[in-house]
């Protein structure tokens, strides 16, 4: 005997639709209603004994394909909640150019970089030069932009200057692997994207049944999901990671 609930066609177009991440106004909608109606409609729908069964069974059988239950979804959202950035991305202060440079003046790493900065001064036309004097190396050489700020430094006064580095990837725990959502060459430096903590698994979530279809959440006292989800950061971010060079001089 076959026991799958017997529905039309617009209504399996409704249940694909709520499977699929829509609330009961939109599926009803989607699913070819009026949308001047759809509110109620989906409303009346979602009540619908043959419908409710049918997103039952449907959702059944995703856990059982996905292989996830709702204890999984919660690992795996836990486990980008609990990545700490700063195994991707650090930033410390380290000396200026001026904290260790002879008589407190500009200092350089090499003499081959004090000469190029010469060149390219040399190369650009007077008129663009707005008035800027040409490098001197009196500062010295042995620039090393590692080392601590210099308390007496008369530039930064022992502020140094932020550094931001990027870890190595081989290097990134579990946690931090699933924040990680790529890195992107730009005119800047790089560009490290994190991934967005809530679509994919709230979908996930809303697709297994683990929120109210239409308003995207249940009673917290009886979902402990829905208490979780509520308290994590709701939007991706991305941070502009330096080369090295740019933010010298």
Not at 67 to 95: F, H, N, Y
Not at 201 to 230: C, V, W, Y
Request: hydrophobic content about 35%; some cysteine; charged content about 25%.
């Amino acid at each position: 005997m076959n026991s799958e609930p017997r529905i039309s066609s617009k209504h399996a177009l409704f249940v694909e639709a709520l499977l699929a991440g829509k609330s009961a106004t939109q599926a009803a909608i989607q699913a070819g209603y009026a949308p001047s109606n759809a509110a109620s409609t989906g409303s009346r729908l979602i009540r619908n004994a043959n419908i409710r069964a049918e997103l039952q069974r449907r959702r059944e059988m995703s856990a059982e394909q996905l292989k996830m239950g709702a204890t999984q979804v919660v690992s795996e959202w836990v486990k980008l909640v609990r990545a700490d950035p700063r195994e991707i991305v650090t930033v410390t202060r380290v000396c200026c150019r001026y904290c260790y440079g002879q008589s407190g003046l500009y200092q350089w790493r090499t003499p081959e970089e004090y000469e190029e900065a010469l060149a390219c001064y040399l190369r650009t036309p007077e008129k663009a030069r707005s008035g800027r004097l040409p490098p001197t190396n009196e500062g010295g050489y042995g620039y090393r932009s590692r080392r601590k700020p210099n308390e007496e430094c008369p530039n930064c006064e022992g502020e140094g200057q932020p550094e931001i580095m990027l870890r190595d990837f081989a290097q990134l725990s579990p946690n931090a692997i699933a924040l990680l959502d790529g890195v992107k060459q730009t005119r800047f430096g790089l560009e490290v994207k994190f991934r967005d903590r809530d679509a994919a698994l709230a979908n996930i979530a809303r697709h297994l049944g683990m929120f109210d279809a239409d308003s995207g959440r249940k009673d917290e006292q009886h979902d402990p999901l829905t208490a979780l989800i509520k308290s994590l950061q709701k939007r991706s971010s991305t941070a502009p990671i330096m080369t090295g060079k740019e933010n010298e001089q």
